[in-house]
């Protein structure tokens, strides 16, 4: 392969049709190409018989272009969209259990309050805490969590979104795809 | 069950309309009918229980032929081999479990190919799918990384729907197998249809690319440009029917060609630019053109590792143009300078009227003088000097054969002479198993042609261990009465491997050495005729007898045993660094003056083949 950059995280938007076997399909694709996901969400749209994905994906700009390309190449999959380089809203959920009793709950509670969390249940020696925002936001919190015992932690996987007006990848539409994989610097 | 796949092919309600007739059929019929619609006129397969309720059906279809084939790997290089020779979607068939997976090898193949073929497979039935039923196997899964597109479809209504997707997609864009997977139940029972002919809507689906006006401008100018160019005729220039076109644009520019293995035919090779196969295995001229160019025009490949060597080092002086209807192919091996993505014959219409008539003649001098003494001389008149070579044996074979036979070949050594040595100039004469390398395809795969074009002349060439893998057809040759000739190369050892045995693991022959029935009896035992060749001199005759036999004829060309392919890249060598031909040392004992590419080779008589080397006949 051609040099390229070094691999960095990237977000894909993909909507796909809503039938049994799709969300294996994607899948399969990214094991076989050597694609490696560090998340993957799926779930249902507004629109009837539209799901939506978002995928991590560790790659450079090349590798982008062909998981897109063949992406594309899945009949199931009604379109796809790299938003890593757009303005995007990138989120993800987290609940986390923290062993702590009455004596440092306080502690605990300022710092959810910091990190704008929510408690959503309270006993006499734990703590669940919910935790929306980017990955990172959830890692640092999780750090500092550690020092009073995390008990268990679940994550949903990323989702994201591009702001403003609705983004490239629109549903259902027969847009000409990877837009990005013709599109030639031009010398 | 939801059902997805109706809703995507349900015509337009249109009230005013009457609604079209309709008649209540089983899904085994519908089966049928839909395959007799879309144009089927043969079907490669094997009965089983899950697929019985079809075959139950099948006589109720005359204007379909069956074909019952040995194994079911038959069957799919069968439907492989027909869709290669016609350009038609090939169509096998096979029950579940078993029946299918052994399926498995012959879609694989047809998928690294881009072979537009329909797998229809019996599966258990709906209720007791999951249950590990007997004969089930989780069909659409295991294929999932093999095939185009895969559909299992449990009720009656979505038979017809999914067959036509099927072919559609199987046939369009990038061509490539599709397994249509149908529960036994889905087969069993009824609905009310009538063949739809509406078009198909597949929302995520987009076969076709078209290239912008500006990029076209572009790629005319880099060829304005370039000095040493030079075109790269890929398996896509024969499915895009693209070859008249690419004629235009050589004989209009003088850019010489070269071609891929499954390019060959896309170009004419008696041409004067055609300048051969490139690759691990291409002419030493071939590849150091392609070293010391400075603009490649690659249509309809993919540079595939066979055909680069070592990437780092492959084509650094030439800018490249990527031409190729898979956006997924861009830039996935070699980076290019201007990838035109679209259909090869539509993106020459647009691009060959904006270029100027020019010529090439500096570097075609440059090319023929590379080509020096190797260059294929006419064989005709040397003297047999009692060694039969499998190159003489493909040599004589286009020459008896006039050029014009439909060869189909295995994989290994035999393959890759017969790419050397038989000149195609025609497409879609030349069927191999390239992307996959699949043992065993060609017999199979020549009867399916065979089934495609009945008045072509069908050659198998293959080696004695790729042969003996689905040497089973032969019982179906005799009984389905299909005429081809058989030349196998018979060399005692799994050659090619034996090759790298010889090269790279210390000449320790391991697992190579192969023992081979007697074809001539065993030609015998099927009612076939059989013929042995150990001479140069009973080539030909051997050739005529085969070609003027009513039934398939083998014939068993014993030929030198440890004879090599050359030259050769080793894998992920540079492609200029290259294994060249033995050299024959001259009869004073003293090597020629010149600098030598190849080994000195004392013994004249094991010389690889007395066509090339030095230019000197002895």
Redesign the interface.
């Known amino acids: 392969?051609?040099q390229s950059e070094s691999p960095t995280l990237r977000h894909f938007v993909a909507y796909?049709?809503d039938?049994p076997?799709v969300l294996?399909?994607v899948t399969?694709?990214f094991r076989?190409r050597c694609y490696n996901i560090v998340s993957l969400n799926v779930g249902r749209t507004h629109e009837a018989?539209i799901s939506r994905m978002t995928f991590v994906v560790e790659a450079d700009e090349?590798t982008a272009?062909?998981i897109e390309?063949?992406l594309?190449?899945?009949?199931?999959?009604?379109?796809v969209e790299d938003i890593t380089e757009k303005p995007n809203l990138i989120r993800g959920l987290a609940l986390i259990k923290v062993t702590v009793g009455q004596e440092k709950r306080s502690e605990v509670l300022q710092l959810v309050e910091v990190f704008r969390g929510q408690v959503i249940d309270l006993d006499t020696d734990t703590m669940i805490i919910e935790l929306a925002g980017q990955q990172s936001k959830i890692d640092t919190l999780v750090t500092v969590l550690a020092p009073y015992g995390i008990a268990e932690m679940v994550q949903t996987g990323t989702v994201a979104m591009t702001r403003g007006v609705k983004g490239e990848a629109a549903t259902?539409a027969?847009q000409?795809?990877?837009a990005s994989?013709?599109s030639?610097s031009?010398? | 069950m939801a059902s997805p796949l109706k809703s995507m092919t349900e015509p337009n309600a249109d009230p005013a309309k009457p609604k079209p007739e309709t008649q209540t059929l089983t899904g085994a019929q519908i089966i049928w009918d839909t395959l007799v619609n879309e144009g089927v006129k043969v079907v490669f397969g094997y009965p089983g229980g899950a697929i019985m309720p079809a075959y139950d059906a099948l006589p109720q279809y005359p204007a379909v032929r069956h074909v019952l084939v040995r194994h079911e790997q038959g069957a799919a290089h069968m439907a492989d081999g027909y869709a290669r020779a016609s350009g038609q979607v090939g169509v096998c068939m096979a029950t579940s479990g078993p029946g299918a997976t052994n399926l498995v090898t012959g879609i694989a193949n047809a998928m690294m190919d881009s072979i537009p073929m329909v797998c229809i497979t019996g599966q258990v039935s709906s209720a007791m799918i999951g249950s590990d039923a007997f004969q089930e196997v989780d069909f659409t899964g295991v294929t999932l990384p093999i095939t185009k597109h895969n559909i299992l479809v449990t009720r009656v209504e979505d038979i017809m729907p999914a067959i036509r997707q099927a072919f559609y997609i199987a046939s369009s864009g990038r061509p490539g197998p599709v397994v249509v997977d149908i529960t036994k139940d889905a087969q069993q029972n009824s609905c009310e249809h009538r063949y739809d002919s509406s078009p198909i809507r597949l929302p995520g689906y987009r076969p076709e690319h078209h290239p912008v006006p500006r990029e076209i401008e572009r790629a005319a100018e880099m060829i304005r440009a370039a000095k040493r160019p030079i075109i790269f005729c890929g398996h896509g220039v024969i499915e895009a029917n693209a070859t008249a076109l690419l004629l235009d644009f050589v004989q209009k520019t003088g850019i010489p060609v070269a071609q891929t293995l499954l390019g060959l035919g896309g170009f004419p090779a008696t041409h004067d630019l055609s300048l051969g196969m490139m690759g691990m295995h291409g002419e030493a001229w071939v590849n150091t053109a392609i070293q010391e160019a400075d603009l490649i025009i690659a249509l309809g490949m993919r540079f595939d590792d066979r055909v680069t060597g070592n990437l780092k080092t492959y084509a650094q002086n030439a800018k490249k143009i990527h031409v190729e209807l898979d956006p997924a192919e861009i830039n996935k091996n070699v980076k290019v300078d201007l990838p035109l993505v679209g259909d090869v014959r539509e993106i020459l219409r647009l691009l060959v009227p904006q270029l100027e008539k020019r010529n090439c003649d500096e570097w075609n001098a440059h090319i023929a003088e590379l080509k020096g003494d190797s260059a294929v001389r006419e064989i005709q008149s040397l003297p047999d000097n009692g060694c039969l070579f499998a190159a003489h044996v493909i040599h004589d074979l286009w020459r008896y054969t006039q050029g014009r036979a439909l060869v189909v070949t295995d994989v290994g050594q035999h393959q890759m002479w017969e790419a050397q040595y038989y000149k195609h100039d025609y497409a879609r004469k030349l069927l191999t198993s390239g992307g996959a390398g699949t043992m065993g395809f060609a017999l199979p795969a020549a009867m399916g042609a065979r089934m495609a074009c009945p008045e072509d002349d069908v050659w198998v060439v293959a080696g004695d261990g790729g042969f003996q893998m689905t040497a089973s057809e032969l019982a179906t040759c005799a009984q389905e009465d299909i005429k081809v000739n058989v030349a196998i190369i018979n060399n005692g050892y799994l050659g090619m491997v034996r090759q790298w045995q010889q090269f790279f693991y210390g000449g320790r022959y391991v697992a190579t050495p192969i023992k081979s029935p007697d074809y001539v009896k065993l030609a015998d035992a099927h009612g076939l005729k059989g013929i042995r060749v150990t001479k140069r001199s009973e080539v030909q005759a051997a050739v005529e007898a085969a070609r003027a036999a009513k039934e398939t004829c083998i014939i068993d060309f014993r030929v030198e045993q440890e004879d090599s392919v050359y030259p050769m890249v080793p894998a992920g060598a540079d492609l200029d660094k290259m294994i060249r031909r033995p050299v024959p040392v001259a009869a004073s004992g003293e090597l020629p003056s010149e600098e030598l590419p190849g080994e000195p080779l004392k013994d004249v008589s094991k010389a690889h083949n007395p066509i090339f080397e030095t230019g000197k006949d002895h």
Do not use: C, F, H, T
């Open positions: 392969m051609a796909v049709e039938q076997g294996n399909r399969s694709l076989r018989g090349d272009r062909r390309a063949n594309y190449k899945l009949v199931n999959v009604l379109s259902g027969s000409q795809p990877p994989i013709r030639v031009a010398a």
